[in-house]
């Protein structure tokens, strides 16, 4: 049981260039969510995907989108990468049928845009 | 919109003292539910307690406390007899009502001394 997992863990882009993360969960988790880590600003929701088949901005989507591919998977995607785009990115996961939902997070992908 | 404020950047504690990490939070919903997660060195986001909003009783997970006064609206973390191994940074967050998305805190270092 891998719980939620994260490809790659660091990456280093030039400014212009494009990515896609991959995430992916083993807990059946309905929910899943893309956050960026900076200094001094907690984490911060990018996307979310509230079941299969549907996705929904959170507080800083611009310069990215997602897919939610199935139930167990769900990508972010920087078409062209800024400098301001530099961060730790976190994809997480939560049940939506039992209480308390927390969420449940993979190990990170360090991002660096020059 | 939901909003947690955690104002102490840093803190230092003594090896098996207790130490209490502040969060207040702002929302107009009735319904909710407070988080607290570690994130070591290493990066990764451990869920550590949570506390709903109707619960009466506040929460309690081995050596972490939750002090939930809801008229001040605050959730402070207590970590008693403190380990080397509790040094990290901590995280207060919030959901609403059944909304599943979290709003996180800036989070709060804490470093144990020996």
């Known amino acids: 049981n891998a719980g939620v997992t994260q490809t790659p863990k660091f990456q280093v882009l030039k400014t212009g260039q494009s990515m896609t993360l991959q995430c992916a969960q083993d807990?059946?988790?309905?929910?899943m969510y893309w956050y960026r880590q900076d200094p001094g600003m907690g984490l911060r929701l990018i996307y979310y995907?509230?079941?299969?088949?549907?996705?929904d901005k959170g507080e800083v989507p611009n310069g990215y989108n997602v897919s939610r591919l199935n139930k167990r998977e769900f990508s972010l995607r920087l078409e062209s990468a800024a400098p301001s785009q530099t961060s730790v990115y976190f994809c997480?996961?939560?049940?939506?049928?039992?209480?308390?939902?927390?969420?449940?997070f993979g190990p990170g992908t360090r991002l660096t845009v020059t | 919109a939901q909003k947690i404020t955690q104002t102490q950047p840093g803190m230092f504690v003594q090896e098996k003292e207790a130490v209490t990490l502040d969060c207040t939070y702002d929302?107009?919903?009735?319904?909710?539910?407070l988080f607290w997660y570690k994130q070591p060195s290493s990066g990764e986001m451990i869920f550590l307690i949570y506390?709903?909003?109707?619960?009466?009783q506040n929460a309690t997970e081995g050596r972490y406390s939750l002090n939930f006064q809801k008229a001040r609206k605050s959730a402070n973390l207590v970590i008693s007899a403190s380990q080397l191994g509790d040094s990290a940074m901590y995280f207060c967050?919030?959901?609403?009502?059944?909304?599943?998305?979290?709003?996180f805190g800036a989070g709060t270092t804490v470093t144990v001394r020996a």
């Open positions: 807990m059946n988790h309905n929910s």
């Open positions: 997480a996961s939560s049940a939506t049928d039992t209480g308390p939902y927390e969420q449940y």
């Open positions: 929302t107009s919903d009735q319904s909710y539910g």
């Open positions: 506390q709903g909003s109707y619960d009466e």
């Open positions: 967050a919030m959901r609403v009502s059944n909304d599943y998305k979290l709003s």
């Open positions: 995907s509230a079941s299969e088949g549907t996705t």
